[in-house]
């Protein structure tokens, strides 16, 4: 000590100096004597210092180093150190507070934890603008940017910092507790900028220090990263304290605030702290007997206030007893709210990058009633935390890490929860990523990640209901997530819509997969009905192990035999094609063909073994073998009426044999290969196909030639008599099938239309088709009056080699070199058929209560009941002089009415077709009627602009509704029976009160006439048709304008809801009838089978049919299944699933 300048002054230069080192002359801190000494499970603050024992050496290696403010290396410290060894109060209590005695030299910005913000930056950033006056602050956001766009602004900011303080020779000290949150909360993006920002400041010689806390073990995390490792190279290392270190723990602050022990206590408490969580449950035990001492005189801590502290787990150790004793009344004192402790403390749990617990901050407002109950249980006893976040946010913590470890519930239900605390934390590092990237959409979740937050959400572990960032983050994902799988959605639908002709069951299989992996959107939906409705595939059969080369049907159509190149013919049970019922594997060649014996008990088989072959169905047993060509059988097949077998073979000849095996006739000619045969269905004739370009026709029985069929140009297959002998059809590889006058062998018909070499044709059961196969992997369906295409089959992926029409000519067979065989369906689609058909125009359809029997209006002035089903019958309503606008049941069923335009209304008995009452009810037409609910009313609509109602009863006026400006054109009675429904050619529809006969409300808006007007089942809405093209939903309480509908291209002549009122069905001039969802008016469903203009169209009681009349003359059936029923519908559809190449090909996740 230099005493030259006076003694005065020597002691002031050895106090300074002293000061700079931290060291305060008397090593004493400030003390409040209202906080209490042991601060628990918190870490020390800045305030406990003067409480702070244990930690004497690490405080003065952190001062050694922060005195040489020229080291050559980073000037950071990392005080390092497992979980609950006491880091952050070392740092907070134990060195900040010397170096804020060295105010010269430091100017310290306050402690924060990377997770403090909405990014680590963001963190840095408030604690920044923390240090300057609100006047003088340009906002810590401003700061954020600024950082976040240029991270080597932290120098200068710190600079900026020093002149604002007049400091010149301090250094900026940047404080970071808990750095690991750099790895298990923070975005790699996050962390990339923030060690850039730090690792630019800190370069040796700057004004810019750091020192960290860091749990030991993510060290070689840091070590490993560039950016990190010089920051952290120079450690200060936390282990485990001594026993004399916990005695000091123990008795220092004791001493402070004049508590005392009993003897030997102090040794107890300081052996029962052992393990990796002994230094915070020692604190926190401490913290419990402070308080437990509180009020008494005496300030002495017993044994007996240890053991009582310890609970039931006092033997385990009143250390670790007194928390897991504490949790546990808390649990108690909940009682039924107890089991939502664990659920509660869950959302405050995290895991880090190995999978260990760790706290997480959670804004309180994040709990609702019972789990605020809870929250505020564990903060009063001091196992929870709670402080107030910069935008002045309550928020709340664990209070140590320990509790999740040594507290069995919770360390189970961490255990058991791993999978989704893991994807928690994930999401949350996903989130703050999202928010710095200004929340662009590409950020968000998607696919399998927002189904797991979906989890998260649904099992209580994500909160919705709060307004944070994670669940703007989620709700913007779930936005961004659903337009997209909407836009990929309708691309999707958009391709099935383009692929229904080449390939309806692909189709079917997209459309399946839009709603599966996109959800059921409307155009997914409308792209499924439609594929549904353009498949004609009934059955798919697998099992030949290469091409099939020929399918035929059994005569009672029950079976199908297939052959094929693996040398095996197959018979097959249509109930079930899963298997096939008989296999025959004698041949040593490929099997070409096999044909049903007429009565369907064998089989016939041919193959290039140079036999054909006899099989029973029954036993699979080989009953004949007919050998005796020279050359491949090619083709095989029964006379129609007989038990002979017709064999074609590559020696130039066919054979007809007999059941014992002997060759009855050998038909020569030729010049090629024989490839087919048939007979005629009198047994009279055989025509012989070849490859020689020509048919031949010969006398079956004496083997004479009668004709030649010459025009091909290319080798012939599959010749074919029609079903009365007269004519003959053949295939040729030319590309085109022929039609012949099997008397005089002249041709007849053309059939161009395959792309490909044809080899199959045969006639229906009844000749009014005619069935062709061929290598462009089609089948074809024409008409055999003027041979026009009727129905193309698709969906094979290599040629078509054979086809057959079934016994009733309702399906047909396809047999293709892509290995199956395709059952068809070539009539009328069933679930669309035509109920009736009529040469006058049909008004109206409306279904009997019972949706059994139908009641029909027709423009001739008839109308009609239709009985459906088994029972089916037509009861005619005959007496209208002019057209019939409309028929309807009574409630029961047991009446008809009608409304003519001759100005009548007719009461009709269904059974009967009697004519039971005459209502002389207008001058002028009458365009519609509706019944009341309890039958007892009839309401008619007249073109002389009125509705009249009357009593069934006596048949008498009972009211008159006027208002309208041009004819009435609808009229319905609402759901509750209280309004009238009305709409009129002067583009308006009202409601009517019924009591009173005056108008309520009047719905204005259409631009043309409106046709029809209907309430919903509820009567909480209406439906409007009009001719302007358009229909509508209105408000009916309102009159407000819900919803417009403007896909028709024509009038919409009706609409009207469904059963279940989520559905709209709609008529319309352009021809089409269309389902529309009732929500938001997207289109669901569209049949266009009718001809001409569609008038009317209604739901059954079962919402599953619509019954349509259009001026084509037709009324049909259409069905419309709910969404459940249309996904089964069209798996039976279906006989595949869509392989991956076809997934990725059309953008689909590959599972």
Request: hydrophobic residues 35%; glycine residues 8%.
């Amino acid at each position: 000590m230099d005493l030259s300048g006076g003694t005065e002054k020597g002691w002031e230069h050895l106090w300074q100096s002293l000061m700079r080192l931290g060291l305060d002359p008397l090593d004493d801190f400030p003390w409040d004597p209202q906080r209490p000494p042991y601060p628990g499970l918190s870490a020390f603050q800045e305030s406990d210092s003067a409480v702070f024992f244990g930690r004497t050496t690490e405080v003065d290696n952190l001062l050694n180093c922060f005195q040489q403010r020229l080291s050559p290396s980073r000037q950071g410290v990392a005080i390092i150190g497992p979980s609950g060894s006491g880091k952050s109060s070392l740092l907070r209590a134990g060195l900040l507070p010397r170096l804020r005695k060295m105010s010269t030299e430091w100017i310290i910005v306050p402690p924060f934890r990377p997770t403090d913000g909405e990014t680590p930056l963001s963190a840095l950033a408030r604690r920044i603008n923390g240090l300057v006056p609100p006047s003088d602050q340009q906002g810590w956001r401003a700061t954020s940017d600024l950082l976040n766009a240029e991270p080597t602004a932290l120098l200068e900011i710190s600079r900026d910092l020093i002149d604002y303080n007049g400091k010149a020779d301090a250094c900026v000290v940047i404080v970071i507790d808990q750095l690991e949150e750099l790895i298990t909360r923070a975005s790699p993006d996050q962390r990339t900028r923030f060690g850039e920002a730090i690792l630019a400041a800190t370069y040796s010689g700057s004004p810019v220090w750091v020192v960290t806390t860091l749990r030991s073990e993510f060290l070689s995390r840091f070590l490993e990263t560039p950016r990190f490792a010089e920051v952290v190279q120079r450690q200060i290392l936390v282990g485990p304290m001594t026993s004399g270190r916990l005695q000091e723990v123990i008795e220092e602050p004791a001493r402070k605030t004049g508590l005392t022990f009993d003897e030997g206590l102090k040794e107890r408490m300081v052996e029962d702290t052992t393990g990796g969580d002994a230094l915070p449950l020692l604190a926190y035990t401490l913290r419990r007997l402070y308080d437990q001492v509180q009020g008494r005189q005496v300030r002495r801590i017993t044994d007996a206030d240890y053991m009582a502290i310890g609970g039931r787990y006092a033997q385990a150790g009143g250390v670790i007893g007194v928390l897991m004793t504490y949790a546990d009344q808390i649990v108690e004192s909940l009682g039924p709210d107890g089991t939502l402790v664990v659920p509660t403390l869950l959302k405050m749990v995290n895991l880090d990058a190995h999978n260990q617990p760790t706290k997480r901050r959670v804004s309180r407002t994040e709990f609702r009633n019972g789990e605020e109950r809870i929250v505020e249980a564990f903060v009063q006893q001091r196992l929870l935390t709670t402080d107030r976040a910069d935008n002045g946010e309550v928020m709340v913590e664990v209070a140590h890490e320990a509790l999740l470890r040594v507290w069995s519930p919770l360390e189970t239900a961490i255990n058991a929860a791993r999978s989704d605390l893991l994807a928690r934390s994930e999401l949350e590092r996903a989130a703050r990523d999202w928010h710095v990237n200004k929340r662009r959409p590409s950020y968000g979740l998607q696919g399998e990640r927002l189904v797991v937050a979906d989890r998260l959400v649904s099992r209580g572990l994500v909160n919705l209901d709060h307004e944070n960032l994670l669940a703007d983050f989620l709700r913007a994902s779930r936005r961004a997530d659903a337009a997209t799988r909407q836009r990929n959605s309708e691309q999707l639908a958009e391709r099935v819509q383009g692929n229904l002709n080449e390939d309806p069951e692909l189709s079917i299989l997209l459309a399946l997969a839009a709603i599966e992996d996109y959800g059921p959107t409307a155009r997914a939906i409308l792209a499924l009905n439609s594929a549904v409705d353009k498949s004609r595939l009934r059955h798919s059969i697998h099992g030949h192990d290469g091409p099939m080369l020929s399918a035929r049907y059994s005569p009672d159509g029950s079976r199908i035999v297939t052959s094929g190149e693996d040398g095996k013919a197959r018979v097959w049970l249509l109930a079930d094609t899963s298997e096939p019922e008989t296999v025959f594997g004698a041949h040593t060649g490929i099997v070409g063909s096999a044909d049903f014996s007429p009565d369907g008990r064998t089989v016939v088989s041919g193959s290039e073994d140079c036999t054909a072959r006899v099989w029973s169905v029954g036993t699979g047993a080989e009953i004949l073998r007919l050998t005796g060509h020279s050359g491949r059988v090619r083709h095989v097949a029964f006379c129609p009426c007989s038990e002979h077998v017709i064999t074609a073979s590559e020696d130039h000849t066919a054979k007809v044999w007999n059941m014992s095996g002997s060759v009855l006739s050998t038909f020569e000619g030729h010049t090629g290969i024989v490839l087919a045969t048939d007979v005629s269905p009198d047994e009279s004739l055989l025509v012989t196909a070849s490859s020689d370009h020509s048919a031949r026709v010969w006398d079956l029985w004496t083997g004479e030639q009668l004709r030649t069929l010459i025009g091909h140009e290319d080798w012939l297959r599959s010749p074919h008599f029609s079903p009365d002998g007269v004519r003959i059809a053949t295939a040729s590889e030319d590309g085109t099938a022929r039609v012949w006058n099997a008397s005089d062998g002249s041709c007849t018909e053309v059939l161009n239309g395959h792309s490909g070499r044809v080899r199959a044709s045969v006639w229906s059961p009844t000749g009014d088709r005619l069935l062709t196969g061929s290598g462009d992997g089609t089948a074809r369906v024409w008409d055999s009056k003027d041979f026009s295409e009727k129905v193309a089959l698709r969906g094979h992926k290599n040629r078509v080699r054979d086809a057959d029409f079934s016994p009733d000519g309702i399906h047909v067979v396809t047999a293709s070199e892509d290995g199956i065989a395709r059952v068809w369906t070539v009539e009328e689609n069933p679930d669309q058929f035509v109920v009736a058909r009529y040469r006058t125009r049909v008004r109206s359809a409306c279904w009997s209560p019972s949706g059994s029997s139908l009641a029909i209006a027709k423009e001739d002035g008839s109308a009609e009941v239709v009985v459906l089903g088994e029972l089916a019958r037509r009861i005619k309503l005959e007496g209208h002089r002019t057209r019939v606008a409309k028929s309807i049941f009574s409630p029961d069923g047991t009446t008809v009415l009608t409304g003519s335009s001759d100005g009548t209304a007719r009461v009709w008995d269904t059974a009967s077709g009697e004519c039971l009452m005459t209502i002389e009810a207008h001058a002028d037409w009458i365009r519609d009627i509706a019944l009341s609910h309890d039958g007892e009313r009839l309401a008619t609509a007249s073109s002389d602009k009125s509705v009249s109602m009357w009593s069934l009863t006596t048949g008498e006026k009972i009211a008159e509704l006027i208002g309208h400006q041009a004819p009435v054109l609808s009229v319905t009675f609402s759901p509750d029976g209280l309004h009238i429904l009305t709409a009129s050619a002067d583009r308006t529809a009202k409601i009517w009160s019924i009591a009173s006969s005056i108008e309520v409300l009047s719905l204005d808006g259409h631009g043309d006439w409106v046709r029809s007007a209907n309430y919903s089942p509820l009567g909480d809405q209406v439906v409007t048709a009009s001719e302007d093209a358009t229909a509508r939903v209105w408000d009916p309480s309102t009159g407000d304008s819900i919803l417009v509908m403007d896909a028709h291209e024509d009038w919409v002549r009706s609409a009207s809801f469904a059963p279940d009122g989520i559905r709209i069905v709609s008529a319309s001039g352009d021809r089409t009838v269309r389902v529309w969802r009732a929500t938001n008016g997207e289109q669901l469903h569209i049949f266009r089978q009718h001809t001409e203009m569609v008038g009317s169209a209604t739901y059954d009681a079962s919402g599953t049919r619509i019954v349509t009349a259009s001026h084509d003359g037709t009324v049909r059936i259409f069905e419309d299944l709910s969404l459940d029923g249309l996904l089964s519908k069209a798996r039976r559809r279906t006989f595949r699933n869509l392989t991956p190449e076809e997934r990725a090909g059309y953008g689909l996740e590959i599972a």
